[in-house]
T-cell receptor, first 119, second 113 residues
Framework: AQTVTQSQPEMSVQEAETVTLSCTYDTSESDYYLFWYKQPPSRQMILVIRQEAYKQQNATENRFSVNFQKAAKSFSLKISDSQLGDAAMYFCAYRSVYAGGTSYGKLTFGQGTILTVHP | EPEVTQTPSHQVTQMGQEVILRCVPISNHLYFYWYRQILGQKVEFLVSFYNNEISEKSEIFDDQFSVERPDGSNFTLKIRSTKLEDSAMYFC???????????FGDGTRLSIL
């Protein structure tokens, strides 16, 4: 079974600065998807960014980028020019690519990292 | 932008009672999921549903749980006889394909007394 670990329960950053959230995972599969989801106090889970394991290029979405290290099974999220609206719980998640077995599309989440942004 | 909607936002129920949590997935989506998040813990997968049947379920999803898509738009999670440990936030998600990103609703906070 796959596991996802976020070792930073809480992180903080000054507005306009850069912060990196860590995520490691364990899997025996060679192809899979990795995600970062944001959960603000409003509770809704919002997809921030997605990475496909077979793509070597790191995904970017505006101020959000990832550092995907497949051999190290590491998937960190970098938030540049942090804004007050970035304050939220951030979850790293894993999903298998292949149907069947024990992972038919389900997401496996890490424990989450609470990000505080200071003005 | 289309959204997944969940009702109610908060449900308070006596232990042993049945509860139904409702979700309206995005209209062209075909894959549906329920997750739960016990306070202070990680989000956990409960069940996935496709083509009117369960495609995968976790160990948490025991005989007390059931899912249904009764009318082609709603997707419900029923807990037959609630326990205190069922208190959690329950999230519904949907995706248009199995490999497409899952879109989540706002969640239903279930409190068992």
């Amino acid at each position: 079974a796959q596991t996802v670990t976020q070792s930073q329960p809480e992180m903080s950053v000054q507005e306009a600065e850069t912060v990196t959230l860590s995520c490691t995972y364990d899997t025996s599969e060679s192809d899979y998807y990795l995600f970062w989801y944001k959960q603000p106090p409003s509770r809704q889970m919002i997809l921030v960014i997605r990475q496909e394991a077979y793509k070597q290029q790191n995904a970017t979405e505006n101020r959000f980028s990832v550092n995907f290290q497949k051999a190290a099974k590491s998937f960190s999220l970098k938030i540049s020019d942090s804004q007050l609206g970035d304050a939220a719980m951030y979850f790293c998640a894993y999903r298998s690519v292949y149907a069947g077995g024990t992972s038919y599309g389900k997401l496996t989440f890490g424990q989450g990292t609470i990000l505080t942004v200071h003005p | 932008e289309p959204e997944v909607t969940q009702t109610p936002s908060h449900q308070v129920t006596q232990m042993g009672q049945e509860v139904i949590l409702r979700c309206v997935p995005i209209s062209n989506h075909l894959y549906f999921y329920w997750y739960r998040q016990i306070l202070g813990q990680k989000v956990e997968f409960l069940v996935s549903f496709y083509n009117n049947e369960i495609s995968e379920k976790s160990e948490i999803f025991d005989d007390q749980f059931s899912v249904e898509r009764p009318d082609g738009s709603n997707f419900t999670l029923k807990i037959r006889s609630t326990k205190l440990e069922d208190s959690a936030m329950y999230f519904c998600a949907s995706s248009e394909a199995r490999t497409a990103p899952q879109h989540f609703g706002d969640g239903t906070r279930l409190s068992i007394l």
